[in-house]
């Protein structure tokens, strides 16, 4: 018997997963039939998602905690049994900007130097009474997050010296074109949009500010996960399928051509196989460039939500919103992501399940054997670009170090 | 009090205004474009903001409220938190509602529930145009059908129109769906 599921998305490359297991089949094979709804906005998604519209979605995975804690709106708690992608964003600012910080580097800059050189940026535009801006897509997203962190790491004071506001997906470009912003933090195929346009470069990619930084979730209320949870373990097993499809360079161009049809990202398959390819044209008319692990969407267990990548959310939403740190509140943040979920539709299927569902953030610098309930893992470097570690058991002592 | 509606459908934000404007004591601002929202937004100080659901600026909209009007008048999404049932109907008929703190329940229940009549009523007549517009096609094949036979088997127009309706009665279909045959084997066999 099938079982239907709908899941929402919004129209990004790393909706691929559950775009993917519905095309090539993944699903079908599992005995599901998804209907897929996109959206525009994540307010949407996560209307559609609470109110019953959808089963689960692509969602932002700092929004399902934030959402679970009630920031915003009344809380409902949510779960994250598969974690849909790591990184696959980057930062674009203006062409004018971009040329002043990024030095003489070729590629992508260094995080350290370009931040260095964007403070004095900043202080500049700081003493002419316009504050640099940046958006973002969303005030519970990673993308916030990760640019918060570079930026005050590297000495720049978010919502002091520099303004960030939401700015959706579709739109970033035309917000650097018509100069309402001076930079973006954003997933492709948007950046490489402002590009193509001629109003933004590539500064940097997430994945060098953390290198195995969590990006986007399938997100299901937990009541619906309990009452469809056979249904939620075989879309897991059909996500995991569609991974391994999506990272086989042989599938490059077709699964380009897919996500790229009006249905789903309506957008360029070109700028879409560059981003699935690592492959980054980050000045118009420049060089293209390959950056490894740009989108991460299989290896090392790519899929499985740690807790501690939860809990790091979790650390940066306090920080950001001010709050004060709550153990109740930590511990409601880290039962969002689901491992034991994970672990239940993976076991006794071909794909590594790690030992422990939760890690050091950001401590492993040299590819290290990691020990495992199934399979082997060896997890490669996953460090934050200035060599700060995010222990999970002392959620509070990291808060204090931070700038 | 006053009422912002966004929509980036002009049609349907003045049907929402429309139905709006016999409720009493109401200041009703239509905003349909979406640049410079925000401004908008601060200049208007709007009680209620009615919005379509897929609306592309709502995270924009409601970082807005949760940033900058945080401390004045916080921003309740919706229309009661615990009002589950007028919530589904919202969203089923496609609106979102934003609604600063402190307004009396009973006095923003009568407006969300117009404005989600109103939302209702225009996707009924986008879908009566649909149909509409599906009469039309569905005439101008059978026109063609028609027209094909007379030039084929030289017949004149009612003959021709009496054939293909005693094909569908035979075959038990409708009369576009012979009509759709014909053309469709026109077109395979070269016919312009």
């Given amino acids: ?403 | 009090m006053r009422i912002a509606i966004v929509d980036e459908s002009a049609a349907r934000a003045s049907i929402i205004e429309e139905g709006l404007s016999e409720l009493d004591d109401c200041e009703m601002i239509v905003i349909t474009e979406r640049r410079g929202l925000l401004a908008r937004m601060a200049q208007i100080d709007p009680d209620i903001v009615l919005m379509n659901l897929g609306n592309p600026s709502r995270d924009m909209l409601e970082e807005y409220f949760a940033v900058s009007r945080a401390l004045a008048r916080p921003i309740a999404m919706f229309v009661d938190e615990s009002d589950d049932d007028a919530i589904v109907a919202s969203v089923e008929a496609g609106v979102s509602s934003y609604v600063v703190d402190g307004l009396a329940a009973g006095r923003i229940r009568p407006i969300v529930d117009l404005a989600v009549t109103r939302f209702n009523a225009f996707s009924r007549l986008q879908n009566d145009l649909a149909e509409a517009r599906g009469k039309l096609a569905e005439r101008e094949l059978v026109d063609k059908a028609k027209r094909i036979l007379m030039q084929n088997k030289g017949l004149p127009e009612p003959k021709a129109y009496a054939e293909l309706r005693k094909a569908a009665m035979d075959q038990g279909k409708r009369i576009v769906n012979i009509a759709e045959a014909i053309v469709t084997a026109h077109e395979l066999m070269g016919g312009a």
Wanted: net charge negative; glycine share 8%.
């Fill in chain 1, 1 to 403: 018997m099938t079982t239907q599921l709908t899941i929402g998305f919004l129209p990004l490359v790393d909706a691929c997963l559950p775009i993917l297991a519905h095309e090539h089949g993944f699903a079908e094979d599992e005995g599901l039939s998804l209907t897929l709804v996109k959206d525009l906005s994540w307010a949407t998604v996560l209307d559609r998602l609470l109110y019953g519209h959808s089963d689960a979605a692509h969602m932002i995975a700092p929004l399902a905690i934030a959402t679970t804690l009630g920031r915003g709106r009344p809380a409902q708690p949510l779960a994250a049994p598969f974690v849909l992608g790591l990184n696959g964003n980057a930062i674009t600012l203006t062409p004018d900007i971009a040329g002043r910080v990024r030095g003489d580097e070729p590629g992508l800059g260094d995080p350290r130097v370009v931040g260095a050189a964007l403070r004095a940026v900043a202080r500049e535009r700081l003493a002419a009474g316009r504050p640099l801006t940046f958006g973002v897509v969303h005030r519970y997203s990673s993308h916030n997050y990760m640019l918060r962190y570079w930026l005050a790491a590297c000495g720049i004071r978010a919502d002091e010296e520099v303004e960030i506001r939401t700015v959706a997906p579709p739109f970033c470009a035309e917000a650097l074109e018509l100069g309402d912003v001076d930079g973006i933090c954003v997933g492709e195929p948007w950046n490489s949009v402002a590009v193509e346009r001629g109003v933004g470069e590539i500064v940097l990619s997430t994945a060098q500010i953390w290198r195995r930084g969590v990006e986007k979730v399938l997100a299901l209320r937990e009541p619906v996960l309990e009452e469809k949870r056979d249904a939620v373990l075989r879309l897991i097993r059909a996500l995991c399928r569609a991974a391994a499809h999506f990272v086989d360079p042989v599938n490059w161009e077709h699964n380009a051509q897919v996500l790229a049809r009006p249905e789903y990202l309506d957008g360029s398959p070109e700028l879409i196989r560059r981003a699935i390819s690592d492959q980054l044209l980050i000045a118009r008319g420049g060089k293209m460039i390959h950056y490894p692990d740009f989108m991460f969407q299989y290896r090392e267990a790519a899929n499985f939500p740690w807790v501690s990548q939860a809990e790091w959310l979790y650390s940066q939403m306090v920080r950001w919103d001010g709050l004060s740190y709550d153990r109740e509140d930590a511990a409601r943040a880290a039962r969002v992501f689901r491992p034991d979920v994970y672990r239940a539709a993976l076991l006794g299927t071909g794909e590594p399940l790690p030992g422990a569902s939760s890690k050091v953030e950001g401590s492993i610098s040299a590819p290290t054997v990691v020990g495992t309930q199934q399979g082997s893992m060896v997890l490669e470097t996953n460090t934050f670009f200035d060599g700060s570690v995010f222990d999970p058991h002392d959620i509070e002592g990291y808060l204090r170090q931070l700038p």
